[in-house]
Each structure stands twice: as C-alpha cells, then as structure tokens.
C-alpha cells in the first residue's frame, strides 16, 4: 500500500493542474495560479513521501513529469493564453503564443528525465519555478496593469522564460543531503528571504524571488568551485 502513497500525491498534483487550466480558459487567471500553488505542494510532497518512505519505482517518476508537464506546463500557458487575450484582445493569434512555454516546458522536462548532471542540482530553469512566475502575473497586474498587460513584456518574457527552462544555467536545488550549513549556506539565505519577501509583497516577490534564484545559484556553486 505504502508504494501507491506518493503516486497518489502525484495524481493530485495532476488533478489540479487540470482544474487550473479550466479556470484559467474561463477567464479566472487569479484562481488557476492558485491552483499552481496547490500542484507545486503536492510536487513536493510526493518526492519527500517517496523518500521517506522509501518507495522507488520507475512509474513514480515517468507520472512525476506527466503530471508536471500539465501542472507547470500546459496551466502556465493556459494561464499565459487569457493574459494576452485580456492585454490585446482584438489579436485573432498573439494569445496562442502563451502555449509556447507548454512547449519548451516538455522540453526541458524530457531533457531533465535524460541528464544525469541533474541528479542533485538544475540544469535550466526548472518548470515549477517558471510556473509560479507565471502564476504571479495576474495578481501583479492588479496594481501594475499597464506592465503586465503590456504584449511587449509578455512576449518577452515568454521568450526568456522558455530559453531559460532549456539553457545550460546551473541552479540549486532545494532537496538538502543534510541541513548543515556548511555546503547549503546559499539555499538557506535564498529560503529565509524568500520568505521574508512572500510575507511582504506576496505574489508580487515572485519575480523578485526567481532573479535571486539565479543570483545566490551562481554564488553557491562559485563558492565550491
């Protein structure tokens, strides 16, 4: 019984991946990057029932990134698909652009299935992280409209995004061999203010949250090299 556990988690994770991107083709952004929220949970909830039960099969991981391809992939460029509705909405084509990142999102989790450099760290930006920038547009778009709603950085940022998730960019991940803080130092600093940011400004620290990423990255792996 124990095995199923953490696929059950999976499939939660999935199951809200599907409801985000109903919401979010019926003109609900708000709620769908809710439901990314919740999917992202589950993600991580799943690999820590994995371990600690100690529960390894090859089904686990093949559903994982399934379900992560819709979660983090297709709700992300539903949710990307209404933005530019919204932002320009006599365009009969622009909006299907959103779906660009589903695209690149497989991509780099075919890449991550293949790479065996991606055992312990990120090779490209990894997709939960890319949704969850994604997720915060709408709510950012609530005081800075005219950025968000602007087709020039939604489009730029589809572009960057998408480059980032197939790049050669080397980031940390948070799965601690130990919690010492000789060798996570940087992990630990990037999670304090990241917390102290999400308290702050909410959904809005999202952007703010995915540069450090990259930042305190290069400074930790730097720092061992």
Known sequence: MKQHIPNMITCLNLFSG???????????PEVAAYLVVLAGIFDFFDGLAARALGVHNPIGKQLDSLADVVSFGLLPGAILYTILGTAVPAADYLPYFGFIVTVFSALRL??????ERQSTDFIGLNTPMNAFYVASLPFIAQTHDQVVYHPAFLVGSIVVTSLLLVSEVRLFSMKMSSLSWHGNRWRFIFIIISVLLIGLLKFVAVPIILVLYFLFSYIHFKSIT
């Open 18 to 28: 599907c409801v985000g991107v109903v919401f979010a083709l019926e003109g609900q």
């Open 110 to 115: 075919a890449k991550f299935n293949i790479d």
